[in-house]
């Protein structure tokens, strides 16, 4: 019989860390604290295969939960001594969410579970303390009614907030216990007028009311979005935590906190956290009250007022401090906690590998392996790759000016310029347009993300390092200020005022989230440096990994971008792009509207010169290694102007006849370029083409080899291929220059002549490809839009509802389809190999430098990925993951 | 070691009939025949390995090849008694090229090859005729000037003239045997002037440069088109036959003609054919004489002057018909033969299945097997199934009024009508464009294939029923009137007269060449005879094949046609066109105009009765039989209208805002349609769509249950699905849509839900796909586009030099790429099978009707083709020579 609850609690538990795909990764890491016998208040987890049922059965429960819930809650009583409902002696629970992967925010947390008119009396008289009682009985109302009835936030604001005007109060500290009583019963009210029913005081009918919100929430709006910018599927479904209450608002001895074992945001080895003293945890995490360091050192380095815990409560931080170091020990990583304490008691709520910045991510993996924690297998391993990206941008450069709009905290690294906007919504529009934008506001919730995501960066003007927009800005690598308390929003008005200045919404500003520092206009940036722990953690990748990385560059600049990120080659220079520039674009015309071999080769003439020497250029740039040439591969319309005003101008500017040119843009206009006359066709038509691209090659290696003695070989790819006749034609043609080219220059270039596969067609009869190819490219860009009938320029419209609806568990241009476009290069890669054994494979597009697609590519035994400069690093460590494991 | 020469004569031969391949059909047959103890002038043939070699190593010779012909050659010497290039006895030959396939007019033939000055006069004594050595030795200098040398024939033709004036003779026949001495006298002054070296006098270096030519002509664009209309590929090679020359001009008693052993045009079971006294086989062929008949029967019912054979001959033409018949009783099908008499004495020279009209090839077969010379499956696999073509097509009505143009032979049967273009490059030009052209010429040669396969219809002023004209027509199934002597052509004018009238270019005109007759005008035609013979042998074929054949319909009349070509049930009945309709398009375009999913549901309410009475129609015609309809497939801006005045006009005619017309159409542009936003992804973002089309054939399929107490059982299909969980979303509303008009109803009606294959990655993941597809219909169109990354809208420009060049043996848009799309279905058919056992398979789409397709299909195992209902009757017939050969 299934198993559907696992109980945990002082000194024991049903599951542990390793159960993390059933409990969850809250319910497993509180399993796991309580065989570690640390202070967990006791409870059960009901696992994600209740949920998976609930969605797979028209959300309904499995036989046998009821029954088990209840047995749980019965030991549950007795462990605490309390009873669920008794108005005496009350236990109180919360209910959490709790996914395998973390989902911070994203899923709903109700408190104070088990109150109503008697048992708030019970809790009262227990507590010694009616306005706690009270207190913790309209937050229930409050969170109960947002989450699990449905009812606006709002609603209950207004009711206090009449109260306090009433009163004159100016903070929730100055209501009393009747007030608060009062409060509940104004409550209650509104619940009863806004529903037509009362507001549920039964506990059990409270608890399976916020087990149904639970599960309900696994599929609201902002947890589809979170996991599908996270690649979370669906069916992992969320555990649900139910865990006796213990309370941190339970005076000046009470307190509730969040820390990290290491700085999250530098990976610095100090205890960082924050704590409130008479609060519950949501206070924290949602930003309404400014949280205290809780270490004494952090307090002084940041100047900030009030007592750190280290000093007010010196005893439970000293038991915190053991915790952490236990923790940290145990689970060989850094870790997120929560706790609260009750009248200085300690209790763990929650462990948890800590989200970090990249920065941070590799200076803890550095450090870690250093102090002989784990391995220096393991600290690349820790690293996300995606997680480079952040590194591997500008950031703003020393010497600029600074002219400071305001301060805040440095929640996020890295740094952004953008027009400032203040909606989520707009912000998403604006972006979508190609509009750098910057999120303004005075703090974030759940429902912004789309906004976050869309933004450059963001700038909050409450909140601190743990709130949301800090937690969730650091995940998504977008550097962020939180709680600028200088500026000040004017709603509805699209504006902000910061020491005496104004903003208005489209002002250019720029974030500095490593220093914290919002910034008048766009500011000067700087390149990043790729030094120290990246350097050490990039050199061990390097060598782990059997994959080698290239990278796709055709301009000097991407050339030496490409060195110094550490591309071991170029894996794509398409030479298409040398044709757009303006000194060779009339010659390129000139070429397509010639009628006879004659005159293309005369117009090619032209082109030659240039061609070459952009070869010359890119060979003394590379030097030793290797570089892959794409032959031309557009559509030849793609050169020609294509409206007749366009015709009309060129025709003016290079005195070619505008008919002409018009008339040989519609004879050249296809319906669907990208299955076109293009790539290899070109050259079976007009030969000429390829022929002046190979002797600039085949030239171009002859001047390098008289500069430095030493001809580079060059590696001459074909794309667009078939079949192998077509292949051998074009091959036998190279072959044929670089004879040629030898007889004039007296010196032969060592070559190789390969090809794309980008066809799923290529890639079925790559055995018979495979015999005139001395090297496969799979051009996963090309081949993902045949395989899958999907063009990259128009499926825009539906893929975003594919992905939506779960039909596409990615988008498949950024990692490879690997059960489709994968299988077809399984299958390629096999045939090529079987008929030419050792047969260079790689792979160049823009799923070079996505881990996943690193990782499967790697698997099928491949030699190398290309991708775009900046991607290098990235793919280097992807590579490095993707070697199977050995713990040492 | 390699044998490259095979040897044959009287009652000898190296080879046999078997040896087609490496002999060539011709040389293979005279093996034969010498075997059969036929009277066959002795020779050798030269295989085509030779060919091959030639080809393979830069057109040169095997090692020993010389040395075998030598030796060949020294048998002949010695078989016929003379000496090649002996002065007093010479030995003269003829050398004739000889494919696989037979590939009439393609090759280039030499006759009397061993003549010289010195020979010359040997022949004359030998034959005692001066004038006829002299008459053959300048027939020689002109054949071999112009095959072999490269030199234009009217060269020679201006010295003839010259001479036929200075002496004011008519013709030919009045020159006298000095006469032609002084032709061949200044022929050869000629060939010197213009090559600047002498004729080639010897008789070895005659024979090695005719080898050449023969060799060379191999890959003449002559050959190239050949080969590409008739699927022959290049590799093949031909072989060449050097054969003993015996004269069919040597005297009265001399002849030469051609025969079919029944006649080809009808099938009739006559001897027929046609000769000339006193002349050699080229006057025949080239249709320069007007032949006769050779039975006194045919000669009779032509009413054409002179003797026949049978009456000039009548002994010869006794040993002529015991050949005939013990050469058609051997080879068990009606044969093509050559002969020539030689001063009495008959030999033959060729034989080999002889070309025929398709209603020829019914009658035979069907005629062969009432006669109990094959076996109905035999019979069944006697007929090309692309020869149908020209039987389903219409013929001129019975009670047209007929004007007659002029009269000319029945050279090849059908009725088409053009404008008159006399020009073959303006023939294809013109067609290219879509127009219907009708070839008028002088006579046709093989420079004019590529105009003749672009006219419908084909006429000529001179030549007989074995001219090239006519033998090229009837091979490609276009009508044909040969010899139209009343017809004028005046050259360089563009225009003809005929009984007083004049035509000029551009004139419409039908020609009836099953009568031999050109109309004036176009003239009303009828629906072609399934009946007789055809139906006979379609039934043979029923009854042979396992493969059914469907048809794609849409419309009532094209189902009808569908019913009486024998299609079992519709494959493809697509949607799309139902939408287009004058009445529908409006409120098809309202629902794409429509931003909310209710604007959608409202304007597709208004289609839903048409739509609904589309599908009443088709189930009634279509009665029992399976209909299969593909739901909404193209891309919704193909109902849009696309320029700024196209959108103007549309909304002044429907109130529509031109202006949200122009925005929708430019939001749904798309940069490659094939590859976007269309079939099942439109459902996926506009669900309404195939809501209302599933509603429409429910309804339907419940009014005919109404109406004849059955309901049909439609097979929906679901096209461009490439992952199960598309497919399953749709299906599920698909049966929700079922429920719901049952439900209204009362009716339930049965149905399939299905897919199209027609994306890689559907033909790949076919077995999680067929977990949800109750059959799979092969888009096999799209499937080629994206497999092959060829679109079929675009790929004109480079597809013809594709073939040409030999890159692709076929169009793949005609017969399937097996070897890649091949290799996709077949991976999907198994795929889906071990998924789903017994799931129903078919294609759809051009290949449904290409009989190698239907083969290919068959061999794999799919139950069903689907094709345009005129190809139905090629595919049944495919369908039944797909079936494994069982010789009773």
């Given amino acids: ?340 304490v009750e009248k200085g008691r300690l209790y763990m709520l929650q462990t948890r590998s800590g989200k970090r910045t990249a920065k941070a991510a590799l200076k803890i993996a550095a450090d870690m392996a250093d102090e002989g924690l784990i391995s220096r297998d393991e600290a690349v391993k820790r690293i996300d790759p995606h997680s480079l990206d952040q590194l591997l941008h500008p950031t703003i450069s020393e010497k600029a000016h600074r002219d400071i709009v305001c301060k805040g905290l440095p929640a996020s690294p890295g740094a952004a310029a953008g027009k400032v906007v203040f909606d989520p919504d707009e912000a998403a529009e604006l972006a979508a347009k190609g509009e750098a934008v910057i999120l303004v506001r005075d703090e974030t919730s759940p429902e912004d993300i789309h906004g976050m995501h869309a933004a450059r960066a963001i700038v909050t003007a409450r909140g601190g390092m743990t709130s949301h927009a800090a937690v969730v800005a650091r995940g998504m690598g977008r550097p962020c200020v939180c709680g600028a308390a200088e500026m000040r929003i004017v709603a509805g008005e699209d504006r902000f005022t910061a020491r005496g200045r104004t903003f208005k919404k489209g002002d250019v500003i720029t974030v500095d989230g490593a220093k914290g520092e919002v910034l008048m206009g766009a500011v000067e940036m700087q390149e990043p440096e790729l030094t120290g722990d990246f350097a050490r953690i990039m050199e061990w990748a390097d060598g782990m990994r059997k994959l080698k990385v290239r990278a796709n560059a055709e301009t000097p600049e991407d050339a030496a971008a490409a060195r110094r990120f550490g591309a071991e080659g170029i894996g794509l220079c398409r030479t298409e792009h040398m044709f757009f520039d303006d000194e060779r674009i009339a010659a390129v015309r000139e070429m397509i509207l010639a009628d006879k071999p004659a005159g293309r080769v005369a117009a090619l003439a032209k082109i030659l010169p240039f061609q070459r020497a952009d070869f010359v250029e890119l060979f003394r740039i590379m030097g030793d290694l290797p570089v892959t040439i794409r032959l031309l591969d557009p559509p030849l319309h793609e050169f020609l102007p294509h409206t007749e005003e366009d015709c009309a101008e060129v025709a003016a500017a290079t005195g070619v006849d505008a008919k002409a040119l018009m008339d040989r843009a519609r004879e050249l206009h296809e319906v669907n370029p990208m299955l076109g006359f293009r790539g290899c066709r070109l050259a079976i038509v007009y030969p000429e083409i390829y022929d002046m691209q190979a002797r600039a090659i085949f030239e171009a290696a002859s001047a390098i080899a008289e500069e430095t003695g030493k001809a580079p070989a060059p590696e001459i790819m074909i794309p667009f291929v078939v079949s192998r006749p077509e292949l051998a034609r074009i091959k036998t043609r190279v072959e044929a220059v670089a004879a040629e080219v030898a007889k004039e220059t007296g010196r032969t270039v060592e070559f190789q002549v390969g090809t794309m596969i980008e066809l799923p067609r290529a890639a079925l009869r790559a055995d018979e490809i495979a015999e005139e190819a001395e090297f496969f490219s799979f051009g996963t860009n090309d081949l993902t839009q045949t395989t899958m009938g999907l063009s990259r320029d128009d499926s825009g419209k539906f893929l975003g509802a594919y992905i939506d609806k779960g039909l596409f568990e990615t988008d498949p241009f950024v990692s490879i389809d690997q059960s489709g476009v994968g299988e077809l290069i399984k299958i390629a890669a096999e045939r090529g190999r079987a008929a030419r054994p050792g047969l260079k494979l790689g792979i160049c597009g823009e799923h070079g430098g996505d881990p996943a697609s690193v990782a499967f590519v790697a698997g099928l035994g491949l030699d190398y990925v290309s991708c775009s400069p900046f991607r290098v690093p990235i793919a280097r460590l992807a590579a490095a993951q993707a070697v199977p494991f050995q713990r040492e």
Same sequence: chains 1, 2.
Avoid at 12 to 29: E, V
Avoid at 84 to 112: E, H, Q, W, Y
Avoid at 199 to 217: I, K, T
Avoid at 266 to 290: H, M, P, S, W
């Fill in 1 to 340: 019989m299934t198993k559907w609850v696992y109980r945990f609690g002082p000194g024991h538990a049903d599951g542990d860390a390793g159960h993390k795909n059933l409990l969850g990764g809250k319910g497993a890491n509180l399993a796991e604290m309580c065989s570690l016998g640390l202070p967990v208040p006791a409870g059960f987890t009901i696992t994600t295969e209740v949920c998976t049922h609930f969605y797979a059965n028209g959300q309904s429960y499995p036989d046998g939960l009821k029954a088990e819930v209840a047995e749980a809650l019965k030991k549950l009583e007795a462990e605490t001594g309390r009873g669920f409902g008794d108005p005496k002696n009350p236990l109180l629970v919360s209910v959490r969410s709790g996914a395998r992967a973390s989902m911070p925010g994203m899923m709903d947390t109700i408190l104070n579970l088990g109150l109503n008119d008697e048992t708030a009396e019970g809790l009262a008289k227990q507590a010694g303390d009616r306005r706690f009682a009270y207190d913790s009985y309209r937050r229930f109302i409050q969170m109960y009614s947002n989450v699990v009835l449905d009812l606006d936030h709002g609603l209950f604001e207004e009711i206090l907030g009449s109260l306090k005007d009433e009163n004159e109060y100016r903070s929730d500290t100055e209501l009393s216990a009747d007030d608060w009583v009062a409060i509940v019963a104004k409550y209650k009210d509104a619940v009863k007028a806004a529903l037509g029913r009362p507001f549920p005081a039964d506990a059990h009918e409270q608890l399976w009311g916020a087990v149904g919100a639970v599960f309900a929430s696994w599929r609201n709006p902002r947890a589809n979005t979170y996991r599908r910018l996270n690649n979370i599927p669906e069916s992992w479904g969320t555990a649900v935590n139910v865990q006796a209450m213990v309370f941190g608002n339970m005076g000046e001895t009470s307190a509730t906190g969040v820390a990290f074992t290491r700085d999250p945001s530098t990976g610095r080895k100090i205890f960082y956290g924050e704590y409130l003293i008479n609060a519950q945890g949501e206070d924290v995490v949602a930003g309404l009250r400014t949280p205290k360091p809780i270490t004494k050192a952090w307090r002084e380095e940041t100047k900030e007022g009030g007592l750190s815990m280290e000093e007010a409560l010196p005893d439970v931080y000293g038991q915190l401090v053991e915790v952490y170091k236990k923790l940290e020990g145990h689970y060989r990583d850094m870790q997120d906690i929560e706790f609260t």
